[in-house]
């Protein structure tokens, strides 16, 4: 397992997965440890996945001072992945909330950038985020479900902050709610960091603006990929953050919700892999 130190002495950990040219993971949660990545549906055949465990997560230290938990505070955590993989230029993805900070991170270092990659991405640093509705909007649409009734009230009652998150709620994330989906959310809570969670989304983070004009200087293409079931984003916003970017391409995964690799890894990888390669876009997507 490396190991790099942050600017601030912390010390942080990463994992290597795969064979080819790096591809750094930033993992959601927020504040959960890489490991719920796994090897992206696939995705090690084509790079070498550098997932990186942020700062109080997984195999990477506590910081000294949890104020560094924040997402802007993280993005030079990054940049110390860069240098001390000796890459002038890199491949980033960012899944859910790491798709945050690998915004900013594009935002403050453009040129440091070969190619982002926004899976499912929360994107409040662009001033976007996702509403209750949204996500009561894309939970009515797995009405069918055997689970829907139990959980459709529970969902409503987190999103009005009269309830808390429960396991009732989890197979809304989910395209499909089969046994790889139930072992996937049942790690969750051994693998999440809640206290530094918590300070991952302050609004002080975030300056929309700012992080817009400096994105103009971004010249690498983006790919913004969202799930047709997912609430957060829903694929509507996912295209808004797109039209942001010089050169961004969209898409949407039919029949995904927030973890598009174990929802259909072929069509993930196929999709994902044409673009860090440069390739056309399978027909079929």
Known sequence: ??????????????????????????????????????????????????????????????????????????????????????LERMEVLGHSAGGSLAVLYAARRPRRVARLALITAAVRPLGLRATAEDRLAAARMRSR?????????????????????????????????????????????????????????????????????????????????AGELDGGPRPGLARRAAETFRHAEFAVQPGAGHYLWLDDPDWFVRRVAAFFTGAAVPSAQ
């Not at 969902?155 to 395209?175: D, K, Q, R, V």
Request: glycine share 10%; hydrophobic share 45%.
């Open 145 to 225: 479900e055997p689970w829907f009734e139990k959980a459709y009230p529970a969902l409503e009652a987190w999103l009005a902050g009269t309830g808390g998150y429960g396991p009732e709620l989890a197979p809304f994330f989910y395209g499909r709610w089969d046994a790889a989906a139930r072992a996937h959310a049942g790690a969750d809570e051994e693998q999440t960091n809640e206290a530094a969670a918590d300070r991952y989304f302050a609004e002080a983070a975030f300056d929309p603006v700012a992080t817009r004009a400096a994105l103009a200087e971004l010249t690498a293409p983006v790919l913004v990929l």
């Open 1 to 86: 397992m490396p190991i790099f130190t942050a600017p601030d002495g912390t010390e942080l950990a990463y994992h290597l997965r795969g064979q080819g040219d790096p591809l750094v993971v930033l993992p959601g949660g927020p504040m959960r440890a890489s490991a719920y990545l796994g090897d992206l549906g696939g995705l090690t055949a084509h790079r070498r996945l550098v997932l990186l465990d942020l700062r109080g997560t997984g195999d990477s230290a506590l910081p000294a001072d949890a104020s560094t938990y924040r997402c802007d505070r993280q993005v030079d955590d990054v940049e110390a992945l860069r240098a001390h993989l000796g």
